[in-house]
């Protein structure tokens, strides 16, 4: 089909959501090592998980065999609020580059919560609900994930607890404010209200606090409250699950024009949004059916996938949660305090770490200047501002588009634009100052980091 044929904006019919995730595991020969209970070194049974997590989503984090898991009807019809996001050509960036290259990028950012984390916060928040729960509790850093599950809680009428990373609660009162408006019940962490909180703050007590310990301080609000459960918005492999919804709707729309990525390229965190873009063509992939060329981007101050080791790791700081065999820099490793980014959680998720292991996908690092660049070239072509998550696969789709320039091949680029930027002015306020720097950890830092891994096996 020719290229005119093909509108700005791809969108689908109500008809054509999709009706299942998709469960990537099923068709994976290796799986994904499984979750250790940190006392006793053995996998983690449905019956200890269920005590951090809702019921039915342990089900869903221990299933490696059904391909396709229903979505409820109640989620779909939230999800038609807000989707199916629109897949949209970038014309005016592919105009702009002088690239043939064809590039196509898949928005997320079209909810109050501005990112991908909707699709999964209603899930949970759901699943809370029906298991009769009174509320969730959960960690935000940026404040994205605190968002997304503020709405999905306030949807389903349960009470929802923040604990927000300290620096980021003082640098974005705003986000704080949305979470509040939708009911939200947010703590500066670490926080005197937990005793591992009040445990790191004894120790640090000038600390700006960071991921790792608000996951601690949650999970224990969690398991100290009759009636309350812990959720997380990314890493997990229930999250990337019903991120899948992301990578569905791209195929449904680029198979209606006869379109095959040839470069599928996504920001990676913890790997949510990477994994449910790529879902349903790593599937064909690890079937035999397709090949794709598969990149993570992540940045280069925080490079679990590009520089870390492939082990069993601490998901906390408090060291409560159960291990997890992924790519990490150790769960003590903080990104330099310049890092202003996102994107800086230790480790990744066991499901693209594995795959990463097995050479079916590739990973990059870039550094905070060069996205942002890359994030005000897109901004001022294609009318949208990019968090600063999302720029990292913007950066990549750019170089990639820019080597077709230079050897005419007329390649097709799919990346995920997770979300907007307009709480990171901050960020882009440094970028426009020229007072962004960039740092790279040296293989000294990771290595001391690396030396606190817990000794498995
Ligand atoms: C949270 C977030 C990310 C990173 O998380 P993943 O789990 O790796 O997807 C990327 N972009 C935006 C806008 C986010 O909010």
Excluded at 50 to 70: G, K, M, R, W
Excluded at 129 to 143: D, I, R, Y
Excluded at 144 to 149: C, F, S, Y
Excluded at 365 to 377: I, L, P
Aim: hydrophobic share 35%; aromatic share 10%; proline share 6%.
């Amino acid at each position: 089909m020719s290229n005119e044929k093909i509108p700005y904006k791809i969108y689908l019919e109500e008809k054509d959501l999709p009706k299942q995730w998709y469960n990537v595991r099923a068709d994976m020969k290796k799986k994904p090592a499984p979750l250790l209970n940190p006392a006793t070194g053995k996998p983690c049974t449905a019956e200890e998980l269920s005590h951090v997590f809702c019921n039915e989503l342990v089900q869903q984090e221990l299933n490696e065999t059904d391909p396709y898991i229903a979505i409820p009807q109640e989620i779909q019809d939230f999800y038609k609020m807000f989707r199916p996001s629109p897949l949209i050509r970038a014309y005016f960036l592919e105009k702009k580059l002088g690239t043939p290259a064809k590039i196509y990028y898949k928005f997320e950012g079209n909810n109050t919560s501005g990112s991908h984390k909707l699709n999964s916060a209603i899930a949970q928040a759901y699943y809370a609900k029906k298991q009769g729960l009174k509320g969730v509790t959960t960690e935000t850093g940026a404040g994205q994930w605190g968002t997304a599950l503020s709405m999905a809680c306030s949807y389903f009428d349960l009470d929802c607890q923040v604990y927000m990373v300290k620096v980021s609660y003082e640098q974005k009162p705003f986000r704080r404010e949305v979470m509040r408006t939708y009911g939200a019940n947010v703590t500066p962490s670490p926080s005197m209200t937990t005793e591992v909180g009040r445990k790191i703050l004894a120790e640090f007590p000038e600390t700006g606090g960071s991921l790792g310990c608000a996951i601690s301080e949650a999970v224990e609000a969690a398991t100290s409250q009759e009636g309350y459960r812990y959720v997380l918005g990314s890493v997990l492999s229930q999250v990337l699950l019903h991120q899948t919804v992301i990578g569905l709707e791209c195929k449904t729309a680029l198979d209606k024009y006869g379109e095959k990525p040839d470069i599928i390229i996504g920001c990676a965190g913890g790997g949510s949004n990477l994994g449910g873009l790529v879902a349903p063509f790593m599937g064909e992939k690890l079937r035999g059916e397709a090949d794709y060329q598969i990149i993570a981007v992540e940045p280069a101050s925080c490079p679990s996938l590009t520089r870390g080791t492939y082990a069993y790791d601490y998901c906390d700081t408090g060291k409560i949660c159960p291990l997890q065999k992924m790519y990490t820099l150790g769960s003590g490793f903080m990104p330099s305090p310049n890092h202003a980014g996102g994107l800086r959680y230790h480790g990744m998720s066991a499901i693209l770490s594995e795959l990463y292991d097995q050479g079916l996908m590739e990973a990059r690092s870039v550094e905070q200047t060069s996205v942002f660049e890359a994030a005000q070239q897109f901004a001022r072509v294609e009318g949208i501002l990019p968090a600063p998550e999302s720029s990292h696969a913007i950066r990549v789709a750019i170089d990639e588009a820019l080597k077709c320039k230079e050897t005419g091949e007329e390649k097709t680029i799919l990346f995920g634009l997770t979300g907007t930027g307009y709480f990171d002015m901050y960020a882009y306020a440094a970028y426009n100052d020229g007072k962004m720097s960039d740092y790279i950890p040296t293989d000294e830092e990771i290595a001391k980091s690396i030396a606190n891994l817990p000794k498995i096996g």
